[in-house]
């Protein structure tokens, strides 16, 4: 049974930056596909970043280009995202996910929620203006 831990939330000024950490226990992510979302009060959860399972093939949504990346570490089991010039709308809870379903080729990222199969617990982080 995989678990993933986020870690690296909190409190931040418009403009700062923080990194988010997942860390995988149970079951290796090296040929998982990965993804981070986020959730704000009152809004869905959505897509923010994901990566294929190497990291050589990477999404990020339009709101976060520029600013975020993603990025994983297999021989730790952990997968990163780096928030710079975060702004007062990325406040949520973030929350990385693993899809281990087999399915596209070697560089297919997962964009839709429903293909994700396991989820962490999520992180807060809150951007104060």
């Known amino acids: 049974q995989v678990q993933l831990v986020e870690s690296g939330g909190g409190l931040v000024q418009a403009g700062g930056s923080l990194r988010l950490s997942c860390a995988a226990s149970g079951r290796t992510i090296g040929t998982s596909r990965m993804g981070w979302f986020r959730q704000a009060p009152g809004k869905e959860r959505e897509l923010v970043a994901a990566?294929?399972?190497?990291?050589?093939?990477?999404y990020y949504t339009d709101f976060v280009k520029g600013r975020f990346t993603i990025s994983r570490d297999n021989a730790k089991n952990t997968v990163y995202l780096q928030m710079n010039s975060l702004k007062s709308e990325d406040t949520a809870v973030y929350y990385c996910?693993?899809?281990?379903?087999?399915?596209?080729?070697?560089?297919?990222?997962?964009?839709?929620?429903?293909?994700?199969?396991?989820w962490g617990q999520g992180t807060q982080v809150t951007v104060s203006s």
């Open positions: 996910a693993a899809d281990y379903n087999l399915r596209g080729g070697s560089s297919y990222v997962s964009k839709i929620i429903s293909e994700y199969d396991t």
């Open positions: 990566m294929n399972w190497s990291g050589g093939s990477t």
